[in-house]
């Protein structure tokens, strides 16, 4: 699967949106890009996942590059308890593993 | 989303003991499991993959012996820490993955601290 590099952390201030960037620069044809997140002490949550359109469900939105080589998760309204762990990962879509790098730290302040 | 199970969510047993933590898909039938582990601070690591009626496959530098995977039903998979040392102690996740879905599930995970 491809490796991705997302910044370590943001700041971000209640109600604006959020937009967490992922670079993934060697991904193939068949990689989906998916995002989880996790707050303190919990298990991760699924998110989205998309492989070249764009995506939107009720919690994001994933903008996804022409070329693919980048995405953007985007949380249209932030607020404190979207302050968790980030983790944007490719693989494919039935792949076996989901393999978890270090992710952004996001924090929502008011 | 699907919903996955873990228990306990806590657990604190003496050195030289075994551990089991059980994981389960609430609704839906997952025809693969995934076990990790995360260290204060750290990423999660994956530790073994389970599918329903096989053997674990392990990740390298996860002693298989040490940690037992069970994978008995479609919706049942177990880790059993045998032996536990204080190393041990770390924050174990399980993951769950439904047949014909690219998406895999959490559960909210167990914190295991050996005494």
């Known amino acids: 699967d491809a490796k991705t590099t997302q910044p370590t952390s943001m700041d971000c201030a209640e109600g604006r949106a959020a937009n967490l960037p992922c670079n993934h620069s060697t991904i193939s044809g068949n990689e989906y890009v998916y995002w989880y997140r996790q707050i303190h002490s919990q298990g991760p949550q699924y998110i989205i996942h998309?492989?070249?359109n764009n995506e939107t469900n009720e919690m994001a939105s994933l903008i996804i590059t022409e070329d693919r080589k980048s995405s953007t998760l985007i949380l249209p309204h932030a607020t404190l308890r979207d302050t968790a762990v980030y983790y944007c990962i490719v693989r494919m879509e039935y792949g076996n593993k989901l393999v978890f790098g270090a992710g952004t730290i996001l924090r929502v302040k008011s | 989303g699907a919903v996955v199970s873990q228990h306990p969510s806590r657990v604190i047993c003496k050195s030289g003991t075994s551990v089991k933590i059980e994981c389960r898909s609430l609704d839906f039938q997952a025809t693969t499991m995934f076990w990790y582990r995360q260290f204060p601070k750290q990423s999660l690591m994956l530790m073994a993959t389970?599918?329903?009626?096989?053997?674990?496959?392990?990740e390298q530098g996860v002693e298989k012996d040490k940690f037992l995977i069970n994978h008995a039903s479609l919706t049942l998979s177990t880790l059993t820490v045998t032996s536990a040392h204080p190393e041990d102690s770390s924050f174990y996740i399980c993951?769950?993955?439904?047949?014909?879905?690219?998406?895999?599930?959490f559960g909210q995970g167990t914190r295991l601290t050996v005494v």
């Open positions: 998309g492989l070249k």
């Open positions: 993951s769950a993955r439904q047949q014909g879905h690219g998406s895999a599930f």
């Open positions: 389970s599918n329903e009626g096989s053997k674990a496959t392990y």
